[in-house]
């Protein structure tokens, strides 16, 4: 853990969110020191239903035991305090708004008009606590008429399924969710900056991010337009139709991937590949643009006769931007993420310490100095009576009446 203070130390999070891109945006902020209370229902979620499961006694298991923890859930709740409480009651959702007028940000990502139906919509609660920033992911926008919008969907209707693939293909989804991941640190970011204009201003806003927004802004950092007007097809597979050689090229026990980005280079990998007639072929960007499949069918020949770490050590050797294609097992077994921290073992809270889960979890893909080690994810309801007691204001029979109304477990 850095000696140096975590940048959102005191920052309290309230997060009522669910599944992807609400509990990794605040997993970023608990990775920033932040104070996050993850308000969940009393009956177990899907998110934590979800095998493989961490087993209480350390080590994994893919059929679920009383006081398992679901791997995809134990990696986004790192850090987070674990509130029981069921917020459809109007019980449950006067303690929320007794949480929210102690903290900081207020996280959700439910759909447009769900938190307003409990009394929890930005509106409500800026009236109690006007400092508060209040971050809503949805697939279209805070005030938008309700519309399910899940990852796949997302990509769908922002342009970048339709950019996904090979021209003679089918359009594809990408390989990891996108739009769920994006949005995320897109909200971190608003919350981020929020704050900062709070720390000026002394009031709260809301941070409105839609998942739509943030696919077809990526989408549109590139000129499609141009492309569509010069007849570039929307999906050229590995390759890019603005230049040559761009792609993925063969090897005999693998892949290797490569771009070529300026004269220099292509005159370096020609004299490699010992192709000095290509050279002379196509010297300049703009006559390689216009003779790709001649380009790819010369570097093609030439690596599918060698191994592709000797390849990529070839290619590397030459300062040419290239890498071999790995699977993610093999990817995160590369030394190099280990040694920056990346990657480490996930444990279940109740296991002992030297008997992981087996599985590994990212942790925040930033170096810098008061990023904090994070605690494991908390078992459903762990801290409910702490955190009620210390933010919320109840006392033991308090806490036992809620028990006994099926508030809080």
């Known amino acids: ?59 994994n298991t893919h059929d679920y035991v009383e006081g398992a923890l679901s ?12 509130v029981a409480l069921d917020l459809t009651h109007p019980r449950g959702a006067s303690l929320v708004r007794t949480l929210t007028m102690h903290s900081d940000v207020f996280v959700e990502n439910s759909r ?23 971050c809503a992911i949805s697939g279209y926008g805070y005030d938008v008429p309700d519309r399910p919008a899940m990852d ?99 090897c005999v026990d693998g892949w290797i991937a490569l771009t070529c980005t300026s004269d220099r280079q292509w005159q370096q990998l020609c004299d490699l590949m010992e192709r000095d007639d290509a050279l002379a072929a196509w010297p300049t ?9 001649q380009i790819d069918a010369a570097v093609q020949a030439w690596s599918q006769t060698r191994p592709v770490r000797d390849v990529e050590a070839a290619l590397l050797a030459i300062g040419f931007p290239a890498g071999r294609v790995r699977d993610p097992i093999e990817a995160a077994a590369d030394q190099h993420l280990r040694d920056r921290g990346l990657l480490s073992e996930l444990r279940h809270p109740d296991a002992p310490a030297d008997r992981p889960s087996g599985f590994l979890g990212a942790a925040l893909p930033i170096s810098f100095a008061g990023r904090v080690e994070l605690a494991p994810a908390e078992v459903l309801g762990a801290s409910t009576d702490a955190v009620l ?19 809080i477990a």
Request: proline residues 7%; contains cysteine.
């Open 1 to 59: 853990m850095s000696e140096a203070p975590a940048p959102l130390a005191g920052v309290r999070v309230l997060d009522v969110s669910r599944f992807v891109s609400g509990p990794l945006c605040t997993f970023l902020l608990a990775s920033m020191g932040a104070e996050v209370i993850s308000v969940e229902s009393p009956r177990a979620s899907t998110s934590r239903r979800l095998p493989p499961f961490a087993h209480p006694d350390g080590g």
């Open 71 to 82: 791997i995809p859930f134990l990696k986004r709740s790192r850090g987070k305090r674990s």
């Open 112 to 134: 447009s008009d769900a938190m307003a139906s409990f009394g929890l919509g930005y509106e409500q609660l800026a009236v109690e606590n006007p400092r508060l920033v209040y």
């Open 152 to 250: 796949n969907i997302v990509q769908a209707a922002s342009g970048v399924m339709a950019k996904t693939g090979f021209a003679d293909g089918p359009p594809l989804r990408a390989g990891i969710t996108v739009a769920d991941h994006a949005s995320a640190t897109y909200a971190a970011l608003g919350i981020l900056g929020a704050l900062r204009q709070r720390d000026a201003t002394g009031r709260g806003q809301l941070v409105d991010v839609a998942m739509l927004d943030v696919l077809t802004a990526s989408v549109w950092d590139e000129p499609v337009d141009h492309y569509a007007a010069i007849g570039m097809p929307p999906r050229t597979g590995n390759a890019d139709g603005r230049g040559a050689p761009i792609n993925t090229y063969r």
């Open 285 to 293: 960007i703009r006559e390689r643009a216009g003779a790709k499949e």
């Open 389 to 407: 007691g210390e933010v919320g204001g109840c006392d033991d029979d308090d806490l036992t009446q809620l028990r006994a109304d099926g508030v």
